[in-house]
Structures are given as structure tokens and as C-alpha cells.
């Protein structure tokens, strides 16, 4: 077995304090053996085994960029088994509603990968495979150019999936349900066992829904839009990725999950990431202007305060990692929460 692709699987585990997401996915927390699975996925689905890694990370699922033994470099995405968590869209039919979106996409020149093969059994979950996109650079997400590229390309991919003609009824959004918070999206985050400490972020995270009163018409979009999984070259947008997040919602709902988080790239640890409350209401300016209306008086309380919960989430994960920080840095959810959750609030009573 190639020694030196295991080393990539296993410098990818050594990312994280436990091989949580491959225990669930594969079985197994072994390099070799979650090669050996991947080499022959690839075998079966694609007629050709893994000759090299291009890269591989661990976040909700496992995503493996390769090289295989005929030339072609694809990635295989693995996710999660459908019964870990029934709020993220991991189940055969919403994946297979993703990949068909995906296509509709790519064959009308969006800048998405084109799906290849899947959702099919792998390991304990379902895999798809996707075409390997390249080029594009990363940016500052809170550079105000990037930050209206950010929200006109969003506005335009809203535009663009209201054509879609085939049912995708079955993707729903990550938040919701009548409990303050959905099961967390990654077991890394332990609510239950974290309570202490985190009490003023589930007073936030409570006063938000409380004000949350989306009634628009449900759209289909990009519920992950943020500078991470978006290259550009120049001022455009030349490739988007993370499109398992795709989910039907009101609009206003929508543009609040990308307003609160649209500068963050977690691969970028020498950049701030976190948008301030000034940075989060220009984001919303921008995107009213690239759509051609502003949101109803309503719509936009809704819209902060679906912004001040996402937030609060943010902060209640940082805290379930690492309970027993008190004083937390400038671009943490904890920080942002604290300095910027009542401004958000008197903004949100003001609109009228």
C-alpha cells in the first residue's frame, strides 16, 4: 500500500483530537484502512483506483481530492450516515437532488463542479464524486469589493435556481425545529455537557428566534456562502464550492446565514474572518441592491435577528470546544456575540 498516501489521510486525522467523522463514516480511525476504502470505491464507481492525493479534510463529512490511476483527478465527498444527524442533507434523496442541481448548474456555465458519479454506498454513509475544479485565488472576504462580489453572486445564484423544473422539495435548511438549537452540525460540539458558562449565549441565541418571523416565499440557494468556498479571478467568481448546503427557505432567512459568516475561511488563520455588525449590515445593503429591491420592514428584523442567532450558534460551538476560556480573541463567535449582540438588538427594535 502506498505509504505516502496514507500519510496524507493520516496528516488529515491529526488535524483534529479524534477521528471522529472517519469513526463514523468508515468504521475505522486507521490511515490504511480508510485508503483501502477509498481505492476500491474508486475502482467500482469509476473504473480506475487512487494513484496519488491531491488533498483530503475531515469537517461534517470527508472530502478526498485525487489523482487517479488513468489521469483523471476527482474528488470523492463522504458523508456522514443519514441516521447521525437528520438535520444535515445526507440521505440518498437529497443528495442526488444536490448533484442534479450541480449538473443543471454546469451545463448552463455556472461555476460548480460537475457531479460524476453517486450518492453511492461507502463505508457507513454515501459517497458522491465530483469533477476536480482548479484555478481562482482565495480573498479577503471583508474587503468591501469581494464583500459585493460575495453578495451580488448570491443574489444572482438565488435568480438563477428559481428556473430549476425538477423537485428538490426534499433539501431543507440546517436550523430549525421547535428546540433552541438543532443537534450541532459536528459531534466535536457537546451542548449538554457545556451548559455552564454559555448561559448569556443561549439568553442571545433565545431573544433571536424569538424575533425571527420569516413568512417570504421559501427559495432555493447556497446556505454555506461564504469567501471559503469561493475562488475568484479578479472580481469574478471562477469557482464555488460546498453545495451539499443547498436549501429551500424564506429569502430573508437565507441572506442572514451568509451575512453573519460571508468574510469567514477557516484555512486562513492570519486573516480576521468574523464580520463586525457594521460589516453584516453593508453585506444586506449590498445584497438588496444586486437583487433590485430592499426587504420589507419585516423581513429585514427577521433578517438581523436570524443574523444574531447565527451568531449565537457560532459562539455556543466555540464555547462547547473550549469551555473554560473566559476572555476570548478579537475574531471569535464569543467575541463578536458579546460586543455586537445588543447593537444588533436596538437596530432590529428601531425597524420600523
Known amino acids: 500500500m502506498p505509504n505516502d498516501l496514507v500519510a496524507v489521510i493520516q496528516a488529515a486525522i491529526d488535524d483534529w483530537e479524534s477521528p471522529i467523522v472517519e469513526l463514523d463514516i468508515f468504521g475505522t480511525g486507521r490511515a490504511d484502512e480508510i485508503f483501502a476504502v477509498m481505492d476500491e470505491f474508486c475502482c467500482q464507481h469509476l473504473g480506475s483506483g487512487i494513484a496519488g492525493y491531491v488533498f483530503q479534510k475531515s469537517s461534517i463529512g ?84 469581494y464583500r459585493k462580489a460575495m453578495a451580488v453572486g448570491l443574489a444572482d445564484l438565488v435568480e438563477t435556481l428559481r428556473s430549476v423544473d425538477f423537485d428538490t422539495s426534499c433539501l431543507k435548511p440546517f436550523f430549525g425545529g421547535k428546540t433552541l438549537y438543532p443537534q450541532p452540525h459536528s459531534k466535536l460540539f457537546d451542548f449538554e455537557r457545556t451548559t455552564a458558562g454559555a448561559e448569556w449565549i443561549d439568553a442571545f441565541a433565545a431573544r433571536a428566534r424569538a424575533l425571527e418571523k420569516h413568512e417570504g416565499l421559501p427559495v432555493l440557494g447556497h446556505c454555506d456562502w461564504r469567501v471559503e468556498h469561493v475562488l475568484f479571478d479578479g472580481d469574478e467568481i471562477v469557482a464555488t ?108 427594535e428601531m425597524t420600523d
Open 62 to 145: 470527508s472530502a478526498h481530492g485525487v489523482r487517479l490511476r488513468d489521469g483523471r483527478k476527482v474528488v470523492v465527498k463522504a458523508r456522514l450516515p443519514a441516521s447521525a444527524n437528520r438535520g444535515l442533507n445526507s440521505d440518498a434523496s437529497s443528495l442526488s437532488a444536490v448533484c442534479r442541481v450541480m449538473g443543471w448548474l454546469h451545463e448552463r456555465g455556472y461555476p460548480c463542479a460537475l457531479p460524476i458519479a453517486g450518492p453511492a454506498p461507502l463505508g457507513l454513509g454515501l459517497a458522491t464524486v465530483e469533477g476536480f475544479l482548479e484555478g481562482g485565488h482565495r480573498v479577503d472576504g471583508l474587503d468591501p469589493k
Open 241 to 348: 464550492y460546498d453545495w451539499d448546503s443547498l436549501a429551500w427557505m424564506p429569502e430573508a432567512k437565507l441572506v442572514a446565514g451568509t451575512a453573519y459568516s460571508f468574510s469567514a475561511d477557516w484555512t486562513d488563520a492570519d486573516r480576521p474572518n468574523l464580520p463586525r455588525a457594521a460589516d453584516i449590515q453593508a453585506f444586506i445593503a449590498d445584497y438588496e441592491q444586486a437583487r433590485g429591491r430592499p426587504f420589507s420592514n419585516d423581513e429585514r428584523r427577521s433578517l438581523l435577528a436570524s443574523c444574531l442567532y447565527g451568531l449565537a450558534y457560532g459562539a455556543r460551538c466555540s464555547h462547547a470546544l473550549r469551555p473554560e476560556i473566559g476572555h476570548w480573541p478579537e475574531d471569535s463567535f464569543p467575541f463578536v456575540l458579546r460586543e455586537d449582540g445588543e447593537s444588533l438588538l436596538r437596530v432590529i
